[in-house]
């Protein structure tokens, strides 16, 4: 059915939404726009995780010790993924000056095709391809986006299974760089 179909039907049936449709459509929106994550509060010693970069550096959490560190797994291929990276790239500009610092683990089988999209979407953050091992090192991962916030001392404080925004990022992060 078309929307010209849909539409015309709709008229005819003198279709008029009451304010629970209304209410279910927003939640659904919502929901689909900002979906629930769950943050679990962790007091764990980072491992001894080192990745290779897509540009070809050598980055491990040890050098990043005196940092505040989000790891996040992703894919290209996760719309949930593609939807929180604007919002870290922000957070990434804005507080990198103070200490912050993202390691982006791409669950995609292809490098090409995962700095293909770093390029187009002009994402400045670091990027590596994860493996089997690194997602283990951390506690394993479930689902994807999978967010683990690592305070300067090297302790994971935090997983945050699901999407990171803006408001999310700061709740957790801005305290950890007071510290």
Known sequence: M????????LRA???????????LLCAIVYVWFRPPAWVSDLNQS??????????????SLRQ????????????????YCRHEMPAME??????RAQ??????????EDA????????????????AMADASS????????RLPTSFVIDKRGVVRHKVSGQVHYARLKGLIEPLLAE
């Open 13 to 23: 049936r003198k279709w008029r939404p009451d304010v629970w449709t209304v209410l």
């Open 112 to 127: 090409t095709t995962v700095v293909d999209f770093m390029a187009r979407e002009k994402y400045r953050f670091p990027v």
């Open 64 to 79: 990043l010790r005196g940092k505040v560190v989000l790891v996040n797994f992703w894919a290209t291929w996760c719309p």
């Open 90 to 95: 922000e957070f990434y500009q804005d507080y």
């Open 99 to 108: 200490g912050f610092e993202i390691l982006a683990l791409s669950q995609d």
């Open 135 to 142: 997602a283990a090192a951390l506690g394993g991962v479930s």
């Open 46 to 59: 980072a491992p001894e995780l080192q990745v290779q970069l897509l540009d070809g550096r050598e980055v």
């Open 2 to 9: 078309s929307l010209k179909n849909l539409s015309a039907f």
